[in-house]
């Protein structure tokens, strides 16, 4: 019995510590836009599509970006980031997270605040019941067989019912993702994210922080409120579409980093050498959600954040044709490798028969500096 309560604790409090921090909370839910409105002209204009050699007939335009290749979907303030002054966790987007956000709201919250409540008027109690004023000859009570079993048998049976809910929560995080699940492939550097998507073809993203204006050289790209806020906008986002199952993988090249997302309810730790895997289901409520490194990887690990842009399926598969992947399923099209913003040593029609793409935690590791990347001594001094 007492293991049992032990193993609840443990169990109870490791995912009460493993929920995303961010203070924030979602109060208007706000419809995002929905990126399905915009329409895509333009073929020729996203940034990364610089037209490669063979032929590109009707080369699928990104349809994430506008003729100018910047974002067609803008974040909302009170969905997918943080906000200011406000408590709780972010409006959930999987039924995982839906499912956590209430048990944090409904179970867990409640009872402490009931049981801490009850410990205090307890304490209280005591303390003025039983001064020395007020009872100058002490009771030499040491046992009382009731109340003993009534202060083990509650607490264990509190212990269990949260661990009914806890565990079944637990499970349903690492339940392996359905064959028909779209895989993403995280890869954490110091400090940025690389993604790959090993059953779309040979999809290689890199994701770095979008820096302000005043930080970066005329002409380079800054940052804007239609990427992002602050320290969280990067300039590639992340791709994933609604309804779908969705495999995470994740993996580093360096130092361990972890990818979190607080609107999905997902924080998986990135190990060098190791694949981390989970599964969610994202509600059809498509928009851009953010999210950042969650173990400190180093000097710049503030500075590498998580960017999600949900979108339909259909819309999804347009994104996967324009970045020269190709759908699981779909024949074979041979020019569609050819599209640009990838990697260009993809054969053509190669995605499914080649196996997974180069696993990171085969090659070796990018850098043999010290995680700082600073010399001995001289602290977090650069950047
Ligand atoms: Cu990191």
Known sequence: MRMLGLTSIVLAAGLALGAPVHAQNSAAPAAAPTPEAAATPAAAAAPAAAPAAAPTPAAVADPTLDASGHPLTKPVPTIGQPQDGLFGLQEQITPNGREAHW?????????????SIFVLILLAWVVVRYRRAANPTPSRTSHNTAIEI?????????LIAIAVPSIKLLAAQFKPAPDNAVTLKAIGNQWFWTYEYPDHGDIKLTANMLKEQSEVAPGQRYRTDADGPRLLAVDQRVVLPYGVPIRLVTTAQDVIHSWAMPAFWVKLDAVPGRLNETSFIIDKKPGVYFGQCSELCGARHGYMPIAVEVVSPEVFARWVASKGGKMPGAAAAPQSTTAAGNDASAEPGNAAEAGPVVNATAAPAVTNKPATQNPAGLGQTGN
């Open 103 to 115: 048990f944090h709201n409904v179970i867990l919250v409640p009872l402490i605040v009931v049981i």
């Open 150 to 158: 009534v202060w083990t048998l509650v607490p264990v049976l509190i």
